[in-house]
């Protein structure tokens, strides 16, 4: 079956990087898009870019422009978003999550989710 | 940037109720729009995409109608463990937005 399993909780400084990495296992990793997407304390869902681990390629939000960037490790079939110079309202739970094939581009799995707390 | 707006942001309502959430696009994305559930404290689920077509697994109280700018999502019989918060996401274009999300609360 299909499986997203994130890294464990983050917490960072101010100005600060964090890497999380999303393991994918029950399919073909190369043949689907990973996007990421993270959710504030009792906020609601924000898009923050798509990476395609066939070719390496990636979309971002612009509002995580300079600051994102999404990578891939096909021998381990794992996915990695890195957020740099993190500010207090970086804080919040980060989403791997697969688009599915042939269902109109929806996430059809999606990662446990990770916290990452970014406080001085 | 496509604008998603929710509507309710939160409803109560009871057990055996019939619910309806709408979700209108700022420009027509013909049937590009998806709807998730998200229970508190886990990943959001897929429910209904392509804005008719419903997930496997999941139950067929739940609906989806809509194209264009104007979508709804309906549940034709309340369970209790439907009670949670739904968004809607255009997958359309990028960046991918989402509603805000509707809160759905015991009455």
């Known amino acids: 079956q299909v499986q997203l399993v994130q890294s464990g909780a983050e917490v960072k400084k101010p100005g600060a990087s964090v890497k999380v990495s999303c393991k994918a296992s029950?399919?073909?990793?190369?043949?689907?898009?990973m996007h990421w997407v993270r959710q504030a304390p009792g906020q609601g869902l924000e898009w923050m870019g798509i990476?395609?681990?066939?070719?390496?390629?990636?979309t971002y939000s612009q509002k995580f422009q300079g600051r994102v960037t999404m990578t891939r490790d096909t021998s381990t079939s794992t996915v990695f978003m890195d957020l740099s110079s993190l500010r207090s309202e970086d804080t919040a739970v980060y989403y791997c999550?697969?688009?599915?094939?042939?269902?109109?581009?929806?996430?059809?799995?999606w990662g446990q989710g990770t916290l990452v707390t970014v406080s001085s | 940037d496509i604008q998603m707006t929710q509507s309710p942001s939160s409803l109560s309502a009871s057990v055996g109720d019939r619910v309806t959430i709408t979700c209108r696009a700022s420009?027509?994305?013909?049937?590009?729009l998806n709807w998730y559930q998200q229970k508190p404290g886990k990943a959001p689920n897929l429910l209904i995409y392509?804005?008719?077509s419903l997930q496997g697994g999941v139950p067929s109280r739940f609906s989806g109608s809509g194209s264009g700018t104007d979508f709804t999502l309906s549940i034709s019989s309340l369970q209790p463990e439907d009670f949670a918060t739904y968004y809607c996401?255009?997958?359309?274009?990028?960046?991918?937005?989402f509603g805000q999300g509707t809160k759905v609360e015991i009455k």
């Open positions: 999550a697969r688009e599915g094939n042939g269902n109109y581009y929806s996430f059809d799995h």
């Open positions: 990476f395609n681990p066939s070719g390496d390629s990636t």
């Open positions: 029950g399919y073909t990793f190369t043949s689907y898009y």
């Open positions: 392509a804005a008719s």
């Open positions: 420009q027509s994305i013909s049937t590009y």
């Open positions: 996401q255009q997958s359309y274009s990028n960046p991918r937005t």
